[in-house]
């Protein structure tokens, strides 16, 4: 990665046994990620996230972590 450059990097993750998010407990996870020139640290950024799994079907609707989803309701508006 050139200096001041840009790229993109997908580094899978395996976490055993997680607590997953839901609307009753919305658990998050603090993940951290350090970036490193040899074993230097040049950046860190940390988030807070939740893991879930969002499924849509025509059976069901959506269900998240297999739960149906109460009804979304809802506008994608906008105004200029």
């Known amino acids: 990665l050139p200096p001041q450059g840009d790229g993109v990097l997908r580094i899978p993750l395996c976490v055993e046994s997680p607590y997953l998010w839901n609307l009753d407990s919305p658990y998050l996870y603090t993940l951290s990620c350090t ?3 040899g074993s ?3 950046h860190t950024d940390t988030q807070r996230v939740g893991l879930r799994r969002i ?3 025509r059976q069901q609707g959506v269900c998240i972590n297999g739960v149906r989803a109460p009804l979304l309701s809802g506008v994608n508006r906008h105004q200029d």
Do not use: E
């Open 35 to 37: 970036l490193f020139d």
């Open 40 to 42: 230097t640290a040049v």
């Open 55 to 57: 499924t849509i079907s």
